[in-house]
């Protein structure tokens, strides 16, 4: 009877403490939930703009590569370099009908350089894409 006596004068003090507690953490949870859903929609304005720009730099990129005088330059560039690695292999060296001088100096490294491009360029492309699909 002494209990139900106490808890019939504290039950309304402890009942307002704690539902005062249990109302401010309802809150708190309120106000990380509504701070998390804000970071979340942030997030995806983000990631849709930077979308956004990439399809932009991409349209430019093609219409840029769309005019003949834009896209001549690298195959004007490996051009004289594939005829001087037909010389070397199927001429020279296949045939066996000539000696072709090597080619020295900036000029030789920027041959690399061309062949390097074409060759690995691509290859590099498609690795890229697999990096960046697993993000």
Do not use: C, H
Request: glycine fraction near 6%; charge should be positive.
């Amino acid at each position: 009877m002494f209990t139900w006596l106490i808890s019939l004068f504290t039950g309304p003090i402890i009942s307002s403490i704690f539902g005062s507690v249990v109302d401010a953490y309802k809150l708190k949870l309120e106000k990380a939930n509504e701070r998390d859903r804000l970071a979340v929609d942030l997030a995806v304005k983000e990631i849709e703009a930077e979308i956004e720009a990439r399809k932009a730099a991409k349209e430019i990129i093609i219409a840029e590569q769309g005019r003949w005088y834009t896209a001549i330059v690298r195959p004007l560039l490996a051009f004289p370099i594939v005829i001087y690695l037909w010389k070397v292999v199927v001429w020279d060296i296949v045939l066996g009908w000539g000696v072709t001088d090597p080619i020295n100096g900036a000029v030789g490294e920027w041959a690399a350089w061309i062949v390097m491009a074409y060759v690995g360029g691509r290859s590099v492309e498609k690795v890229a894409r697999i990096f960046n699909m697993r993000r």
